[in-house]
């Protein structure tokens, strides 16, 4: 058996050909597939982590991440999540919120409707919301100084509009992190560096150890 130490639960995964071995002082991690961890951990925060047997990990980033963004969402009454890019109504916070993963891409299907009923700046009649008009841009045309959605949003939740989109905010870009920790090992790299090993040497190491063993037997 290997001296070293192992991130992941030595039952949840076994390497396997071309799956990515790190060690960073003494403990290995088995990171498998990296850029299929990585997709998944953007999917679904943690998921990545989870595929690769580093349970502990995943569930963590799973709950807080999530959680953070839920709540972001609530306070925020569902609508501080939208995909828009037009004059007046620029939603550059939404590639902040993207990173999160699924629960981000109802925003797009709405903003695509929205686009198509939208004619020289205005939202047709026959609009009509696939979510209930949660996700759901406000309807145009938007004026600085009319009652429409967007101001009507901001007056019914208040400073919670504003907190709420900054708390789904930072919970896409926390996941940017937990993509980064799917694909390349863990963050911190120690002074003695960090080193990468193959399924074959990981076995030729246990076999040498295995020998010296029954050597000093």
């Given at each position: 058996?290997?001296?070293?130490?192992?991130?992941?639960?030595?039952?949840?995964?076994?390497?396997?050909?071309?799956?990515?071995?790190?060690?960073?002082?003494?403990?290995?991690?088995?990171?498998?597939?990296?850029?299929?961890?990585?997709?998944?951990?953007?999917?679904?925060?943690?998921?990545?982590?989870?595929?690769?047997?580093?349970?502990?990990?995943?569930?963590?980033?799973?709950?807080?991440?999530?959680?953070?963004?839920?709540?972001?969402?609530?306070?925020?009454?569902?609508?501080?999540?939208?995909?828009?890019?037009?004059?007046?109504?620029?939603?550059w916070h939404y590639l902040c919120q993207l990173?999160?993963?699924?629960?981000?891409?109802?925003?797009?299907?709405?903003?695509?409707?929205?686009?198509?009923?939208?004619?020289?700046?205005?939202?047709?009649?026959?609009?009509?919301?696939?979510?209930?008009?949660?996700?759901?841009?406000?309807?145009?045309?938007?004026?600085?100084?009319?009652?429409?959605?967007?101001?009507?949003?901001?007056?019914?939740?208040?400073?919670?509009?504003?907190?709420?989109?900054?708390?789904?905010?930072?919970?896409?870009?926390?996941?940017?992190?937990?993509?980064?920790?799917?694909?390349?090992?863990?963050?911190?790299?120690?002074?003695?560096?960090?080193?990468?090993?193959?399924?074959?040497?990981?076995?030729?190491?246990?076999?040498?150890?295995?020998?010296?063993?029954?050597?000093?037997?």
């Amino acid at each position: 058996m290997s001296s070293s130490r192992s991130e992941n639960k030595p039952s949840a995964i076994h390497p396997g050909p071309g799956d990515r071995v790190v060690e960073v002082d003494g403990q290995t991690v088995y990171l498998r597939k990296p850029a299929l961890a990585a997709v998944l951990a953007w999917l679904i925060p943690g998921a990545g982590h989870l595929y690769q047997g580093r349970t502990r990990k995943g569930w963590m980033f799973m709950i807080c991440i999530l959680v953070t963004y839920f709540f972001g969402f609530a306070i925020g009454g569902g609508h501080v999540v939208y995909a828009s890019w037009i004059n007046g109504d620029k939603r550059w916070h939404y590639l902040c919120q993207l990173p999160v993963g699924l629960v981000a891409f109802p925003a797009l299907i709405e903003g695509n409707n929205m686009r198509k009923h939208t004619v020289r700046g205005v939202t047709t009649a026959d609009w009509k919301p696939y979510f209930g008009e949660l996700m759901s841009p406000p309807r145009r045309p938007l004026q600085e100084n009319d009652a429409d959605d967007l101001a009507s949003w901001y007056a019914q939740r208040g400073a919670g509009y504003e907190m709420g989109t900054w708390y789904t905010m930072i919970a896409g870009l926390l996941n940017v992190l937990v993509i980064f920790d799917a694909f390349a090992g863990p963050l911190a790299i120690p002074i003695s560096g960090k080193s990468e090993r193959s399924p074959k040497d990981e076995k030729e190491g246990d076999e040498s150890e295995a020998n010296s063993q029954e050597g000093a037997a």
